[in-house]
């Protein structure tokens, strides 16, 4: 019994049903007016689904959000490497993302409005501005941190560069490279709905606006919950990717 209340998976489980139970009890109480119970918010999630709305709105921001999460990882993932491994790139780019990561970038995002426009650009920028710091950052740290002992035995057995940086490299800096990948996706989730509340209010940022604007609370709501419960899965999904590929002793467990 003791193990099965241990498990991760239950314990998971009780976490949420513990915050969703709390968020229960606050609509009830009620903490707000505006703040809804988690049931009227499953309702009206279901209500949504069923006249399309939400899967429309869905379609329009996962547009932006795809582009911007595609170029963060290619992109971050390979500069972020490439810091790691080649010290004058570090000197050059290391500045840019550090002040990057620290500087509240949502304030650039009227800037980009600027110079964009209010279009897919705009809001694609938006989500590589937040997602791309964390990946740089942690991609490069990860390659920093791959033990000098296995570079050597690798040099020692005469492997060559790229072959030292392909089979010891890369796979020992894996786990640091993929929390680099959560951390920024999740930042690029929250970049595209600030991209759809700032700059043009489409998608599931229309329907957050458009649903406060008419005291529509558990709609907010339930729009709010959606895009929070697709960035919980994509996250898993890839920790599942990383465990699959580069983590066996997880899979063991």
């Known amino acids: 019994m003791r193990v099965v209340l241990t498990h991760p998976l239950v314990l998971r489980a009780l976490s949420f049903g513990a915050a969703l139970l709390a968020w229960e009890i606050a609509g009830r109480v009620p903490l707000s007016a505006a703040f809804p119970t988690f049931l009227e918010t499953i309702a009206a999630l279901a209500a949504m689904l069923a006249d399309g709305s939400l899967p429309i709105a ?3 921001t996962l547009k932006p959000l795809a582009l911007g999460l595609a170029v963060s990882i290619a992109l971050g993932v390979a500069l972020g ?3 790691g491994l ?3 790139s570090e000197w050059l780019f290391a500045p840019i993302f550090i002040v990057a ?7 650039l995002i009227p800037v980009l409005t600027f110079a964009y426009g209010i279009g897919l650009a705009a809001k694609v920028l938006t989500v590589c501005i937040m997602a791309m710091p964390v990946i740089v950052l942690n991609a490069m740290s990860a390659v920093r941190s791959t033990p000098a002992s296995l570079v050597e035995m690798g040099r020692a057995f005469l492997g060559s560069r790229a072959q030292v ?3 010891i490299v890369l796979p020992a800096a894996a ?9 920024g996706c999740a930042s690029g989730f929250i970049g595209v709905i600030l991209a759809e509340l700032l700059i043009t209010p489409t998608g599931i940022g229309d329907l957050i606006t458009y649903n406060q604007s008419v005291a529509e609370y558990p709609k907010m709501y339930a729009a709010i ?8 899965l994509f996250i898993e999904a890839i920790e599942r990717i990383e465990v ?3 983590r066996p002793e997880k899979r063991a467990s």
């Open 225 to 232: 919950l959606s895009i929070v419960v697709a960035s919980v």
């Open 58 to 60: 869905f379609a329009v």
């Open 165 to 167: 940086i392909a089979r």
């Open 101 to 107: 990561q620290a500087a509240p970038l949502a304030a």
């Open 175 to 183: 786990p640091l490279i993929f929390a680099g990948l959560r951390l």
């Open 244 to 246: 699959t590929l580069f």
């Open 86 to 88: 080649h010290r004058p």
């Open 81 to 83: 490497v490439t810091m």
